[in-house]
């Protein structure tokens, strides 16, 4: 993937994440965001992780 | 024409490492201060609960020390406080929202701070006092919560830390605009092994930032608006609420005559279908002299973080205004969950907490890349000028 789509996902994620956990008014809704939230968490530490 | 735009464009370049470089330079203590004191703050709850926070459900054996009956319980609550503290007055009344758990604070004046007030806790369904005091460990907590709300400065330590937030803004938007030509050679994510530690941080810093920058900015912004909140409130009250109390400004403060529960009662069916979260008594500080200012929220989740008060007349008992909030306080009401991350159960606070570990990381690796010193010798620096353009 080339280099600026990896940070521009990544903020999609983490906006996508909060919008649906804040707005979402049930536990699977916020599991979800949750989920989409920890994403750029995950791919930084496998990146770090992996070096 | 070609080498024209590459000379604008190294210019416009140049220009904005400096603005990422003096505007990390302003902020980034400051910011790690904040980081370091907001780790705690992301788990209050969980810390409150492992210092000993009140279950009810845990203390039902405890004998009630007043008549049940659930409607009157506040006013009952309130004159036991009394009771056991003479010479204090009620200021405010709490309602969990989690738990079957009324808080009520006195003090000595009706217009002292709330700084020295009594705390003292009572089961909501018994009247049962559970608590005489603070709970314990909450001292340090304040002192943590002073720390990052306003660095113990008051009001202008707020304002000093919301401006520290728009350098910090600014630091993320011109590295954003930076990562991409410096990172252009390289593949998304890679650490160079081969350079200097220099280069690794360097790397380091860019792979972290990238990946929390949304965050960084989501949290920055609607920590800005939280400094924003003293001025806005004040400016609120001065437009639209001060006028409406100009008769009472100079009167003496009253005590109540009317009961808790008809305040309540009057005031829920002003706001149907609405949960009261606390009663505040008569004062001239953050209310009126006159009247008991009760605060309702609604029961969704995000209505839940609007709040509403309702202005009863504490002589009787009687509906006088329900100042319904500007946009600009909705708005900052909206931005604090998305500040404190407390919406969305134990998962989405560690998810806060390691988004919050790694901005100390973006924020050391910042302060280690200003401070370590680049290679000497021409020759070194080009390599190392390099190398950082991700031309390896």
């Given at each position: ?51 | ?51 000993g926070?009140l ?10 020390s ?8 506040p006013?009952?609550v309130v004159a036991d406080a009394l009771r056991r503290h003479p010479g204090l007055r009620p200021r405010i009344v709490v309602?969990d929202?989690?738990?079957?758990v009324i808080q009520l604070r006195l003090t000595r004046g009706p217009d002292d701070s709330y700084a020295g007030s009594l705390a003292l806790s009572y ?6 006092l559970l608590r005489d005091g603070e709970p314990p460990g909450s001292g340090?907590m304040r ?135 606390s009663v505040t008594f008569?004062s001239?500080l ?107």
């Amino acid at each position: 993937m080339r280099l600026w789509r990896w940070p521009l996902l990544l903020a999609v994620l983490t906006v996508a994440g909060l919008c649906l956990s804040l707005c979402v008014e049930n536990a699977f809704g916020a599991s979800v965001g949750c989920l989409l939230l920890a994403t750029p968490i995950g791919v930084m530490a496998r990146r770090l992780w992996t070096r | 024409m070609a080498e024209r735009f590459a000379a604008r464009s190294s210019l416009s370049l140049r220009r904005w490492r400096w603005w990422h470089r003096w505007s990390s330079v302003l902020c980034t203590l400051f910011l790690l201060m904040l980081c370091v004191t907001g780790l705690p703050l992301v788990f209050a709850d969980e810390i409150d609960d492992a210092l000993g926070r009140l279950h009810p459900a845990r203390v039902a054996s405890s004998p009630p020390s007043l008549p049940i009956r659930a409607a009157s319980v506040p006013d009952l609550v309130v004159a036991d406080a009394l009771r056991r503290h003479p010479g204090l007055r009620p200021r405010i009344v709490v309602f969990d929202a989690d738990a079957p758990v009324i808080q009520l604070r006195l003090t000595r004046g009706p217009d002292d701070s709330y700084a020295g007030s009594l705390a003292l806790s009572y089961d909501r369904r018994t009247g049962a006092l559970l608590r005489d005091g603070e709970p314990p460990g909450s001292g340090v907590m304040r002192i943590v919560l002073g720390l990052h709300r306003q660095m113990l400065a008051g009001l202008p330590g707020e304002l000093f830390l919301g401006a520290m937030g728009i350098a910090f803004l600014i630091a993320i938007v011109s590295g954003f605009v930076l990562y991409a030509p410096f990172m252009r050679r390289l593949r998304f994510g890679q650490i160079r092994r081969s350079g200097s530690p220099r280069l690794r941080w360097l790397d380091t810093h860019n792979l972290v930032g990238a990946c929390v920058a949304a965050w960084m900015v989501v949290v920055g912004a609607t920590g800005i608006m939280n400094t924003l909140a003293t001025p806005l409130f004040g400016l609120w009250v001065m437009r639209d609420v001060a006028p409406r109390l100009a008769a009472f400004r100079t009167a003496p403060v009253m005590m109540p005559t009317a009961t808790l529960a008809a305040a309540i009662a009057s005031a829920s069916a002003a706001v149907p279908g609405d949960r009261v979260l606390s009663v505040t008594f008569p004062s001239h500080l953050a209310g009126s002299p006159r009247h008991f200012v009760v605060w309702v929220t609604g029961r969704t989740k995000v209505r839940g973080r609007l709040m509403t008060p309702v202005l009863v007349d504490a002589a009787t008992g009687a509906t006088v205004m329900v100042a319904r909030l500007p946009w600009y306080l909705r708005l900052l009401e909206l931005s604090r969950p998305l500040h404190f991350g407390d919406y969305g159960g134990l998962g989405l606070k560690i998810v806060w907490a390691a988004f919050d570990a790694a901005t100390i990381l973006v924020l050391g690796s910042g302060l280690y890349l200003l401070f370590a010193r680049p290679p000497s010798g021409r020759r070194a620096r080009s390599e190392e000028g390099r190398l950082v353009r991700g031309e390896s």
